[in-house]
């Protein structure tokens, strides 16, 4: 039993590291086609990042049994929604397709659960801060090479999961500074996107322990980590979660005058300095402008579908099949997700999902409120988290889409849900 105790604990923090690694084995059956195009959406995938998932969420089931059922129970969204998972695949177009989803849907929400029942003591907490500032200046310092080489490194990192790619690559994210083109880096991610959210999260929860913490080994390390992970999601050019960043970087320690000062000298001595060098980026009105354009298409043409599928969704990651792409768009523009997680979730699974799926937002929202107001510390943190993935759900897909992404939602949201949070910081 001791020996499983442990087991628990150690495929749970690399099922935290590996987050950060993309490296999957793809299969492509006939489905993972639309239009004789093959899809990484459709591709059935082993990643890594599984394989330490599920053998944590078996190990821990496995180790707490009765209390795991016992907490899982008490939710009676989760019911609802598995019911309307299964039926959305019933009446999906493509069955298959629907079929691997959901069990990959359930797979993140195990993960979720057996986060949020996890039992975390001071220690454990540590080494999960650990972990995250070392995923995260592993991911900066691919970053910030690709950044200064503008292509991918090659090499060892194709067992990270690095893709190819250079500045030329069709569809690759670039952004524009001064009239010229740079490459957005990826380290190991998907997108870029991706990598900012998660080198957000890191940079939130480093600040929280520098600042309460105040000196030690472990503050060291983590005041010295903080200059790479901040430069590099900088050069992710991710506007949205880089303004998060700071607003909910504000937030959390408005209370201590002292904190807020420096905060606020920072910010108006890097700012300034950072939306001039990428004022194309993020001033000019015509590049906000056309990624609002795109995300607009997606919207359309998925209200058009969902209105003859309101009910049950058009089925679990079927969506390419039913959507009608706009022919003005670069191919690799147009098969894409919905930019909205709400959207796209409502597409999927229909008002039938839908209201378990509200609910259980709504009870988050309460919480995450309730520690907001209070100011109760380690949880405040993790409901600015909380609020930075909604938000950001409004414009982008991957919270719902991609591994990385729903891997990192999980996480976030199963310590808003686990009550060791609540005394764990102090």
């Known amino acids: 039993m001791l020996i499983l105790r442990k087991l628990e604990g150690i495929t749970f923090y690399f ?64 019911p609802f929604f598995l019911f309307s998972l299964l039926v959305s695949s019933l009446f999906a177009q493509n069955v ?58 090659g090499g060892p990192l194709y067992f990270l999961g690095e893709r190819s790619f250079d500045i030329n690559t069709i569809g690759i994210a670039t952004f524009f500074a001064n009239g010229k083109e740079f490459l957005r880096p990826y380290g190991t991610f998907a997108h870029p996107n991706i990598l900012a959210l998660f080198l957000s999260t890191t940079l939130i929860f480093l600040l929280f322990i520098v600042l309460k913490e105040k000196r030690g080994k472990r503050v060291n390390f983590y005041s010295i980590s903080f200059l790479p992970i901040f430069l590099a999601l900088l050069l992710t050019a991710s506007r949205l979660i880089i303004f998060l960043t700071f607003v909910f970087a504000f937030l959390a320690f408005a209370k201590s005058k002292k904190h807020l000062l420096y905060a606020f000298f920072g910010a108006v001595t890097i700012l300034p300095v950072y939306f001039i060098l990428l004022s194309e980026r993020f001033l000019t009105l015509g590049a906000l402008l056309e990624a609002f354009e795109i995300r607009i298409t997606f919207i359309t043409s998925s209200i058009s579908v969902l209105q003859s599928n309101l009910i049950f969704g058009v089925g679990p990651n079927n969506t390419f099949y039913n959507t009608v792409f706009n022919s003005l768009l670069p191919i690799y523009a147009r098969f894409q997700p919905v930019h909205n997680v709400y959207l796209q979730i409502l597409l999927q699974i229909g008002v039938l999902g839908a209201i378990p799926t509200v609910i259980f937002l709504a009870k988050n929202f309460e919480k995450a409120i309730g520690a907001t107001v209070k100011r109760k510390k380690f949880l405040l943190i993790l409901s600015l988290l909380f609020f930075e993935i909604s938000i950001v759900g409004v414009f982008d897909h991957f919270l719902v889409t991609l591994q990385q992404g729903m891997l990192l939602s999980a996480l976030i949201l199963g310590l808003l849900s686990n009550k060791s949070m609540e005394q764990v910081s102090d």
């Open 96 to 153: 298959d397709a629907s079929i691997y989803w959901s069990l990959k849907v359930i797979e993140i929400i195990l993960f979720g659960f057996c986060i949020a029942h996890f039992s975390f003591s001071r220690k454990s907490f540590y080494v999960l801060i650990d972990i995250l500032i070392s995923a995260s200046l592993i991911q900066s310092i691919i970053a910030l090479l690709q950044f200064l080489f503008q292509k991918s490194l």
């Open 15 to 78: 099922s935290i590291f590996f987050i950060s690694i993309q490296l999957g084995k793809h299969f492509w059956p006939d489905f993972a086609f639309v239009q004789g195009i093959r899809l990484d959406y459709l591709s059935p995938t082993l990643y890594l990042s599984d394989i330490f998932v599920l053998l944590f969420v078996f190990i821990h089931i496995a180790n707490n049994f009765s209390s795991f059922f016992k907490f899982i129970s008490k939710s009676f969204v989760l």
